[in-house]
């Protein structure tokens, strides 16, 4: 074990992980455990009982065995102890994953961590894009209409076509998305426009808005679902009052039908 420490750079003595650092690890998975699902806090009484512990992905001590299984391998961080090297895990996997893990276990867990690294990257990186207060009329009047002024609105027009911007591994998504945009593109797209003609909305300041934050999460390499979910948790934490997650999802699908979010598949 010190043998190894003594010529891998990488691989330095263990530091303790700080209180708020281990609030960073359970927020990171989102209270679930990556590895099986299982939820990271467990209600006992009046408290939450703590069923996680903070993993090392390439380990702090690996033996001999381990050395050569990992050797080569693609590792976070710039060492064992940075935050890219650890992630929140459940006691069983935890203990499943310490104990001999393969190479197939370890390059599963780096490629679960890279991805949660590059969506908070994202989020972190569009938190700060303005977004007008204004957007909550349109939220507004998604939440008060009814299923006859929907079809009302859509008869008008001949039916929409779907822009193709998914390829074949994006099948629910690409559904989801073609379902609002065929129920609301119209609605939605006739709200703006009374709102802007009554000078109350600049559809193309929240437009643009909308197509940066696209491109800053699109910048981030992270995959199609993940920067759309991105985009709609976003939206959602700029409406200043509590509005349904579904109708930030579908001023988001209006946005790529619109062509702002995503671009067309040649
Ligand atoms: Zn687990």
């Not at 001949?158 to 998914?166: C, L, M, Q, R, S």
């Not at 193309?204 to 993940?226: G, M, V, Y």
């Not at 509590?242 to 946005?255: D, G, T």
């Amino acid at each position: 074990m010190q043998q190894a420490k003594e010529v891998d750079p990488y691989l330095i003595d263990r530091i303790p992980i700080a209180k708020n650092m281990d609030h960073a690890y359970l927020l990171e998975v989102e209270g679930l455990c990556p590895l099986c699902g299982k939820n990271l806090l467990a209600t006992k009484g009046r408290n939450k009982s703590k069923l996680y512990q903070i993993a090392h992905i390439y380990p702090n001590s690996p033996s001999s065995k381990q050395v050569k299984e990992l050797y080569g391998l693609e590792r976070l961080g710039t060492n064992c102890e940075d935050f890219e090297n650890k992630i929140a895990l459940c006691k069983d996997c935890h203990g499943l994953y310490d104990d001999d893990v393969t190479k197939d276990e370890y390059l599963n867990l780096v490629k679960i961590k890279r991805e949660l690294l590059s969506i908070a990257n994202a989020k972190e990186v569009i938190s700060h894009q303005p977004l007008e207060d204004e957007i909550i009329l349109v939220i507004n009047s998604l939440s008060t209409v009814d299923m006859n002024t929907l079809k009302e609105v859509n008869l008008k027009y001949n039916g929409v076509k779907i822009a193709d911007k998914f390829e074949s591994n994006y099948t629910i998504l690409k559904s989801k998305i073609e379902s609002y945009v065929c129920s609301y593109y119209f609605f939605i797209r006739e709200i703006f426009q009374q709102l802007e003609q009554n000078d109350q909305i600049n559809f193309n300041i929240i437009a643009n808005e909308i197509k940066t934050s696209f491109l800053k999460c699109e910048n981030e390499k992270i995959d199609k679902s993940d920067i759309f979910n991105t985009l709609v948790n976003w939206l959602r934490s700029k409406i200043k009052a509590r509005v349904s997650l579904e109708s930030c999802e579908i001023v988001v699908c209006f946005f790529v039908q619109n062509c702002e979010v995503f671009h067309e598949i040649t």
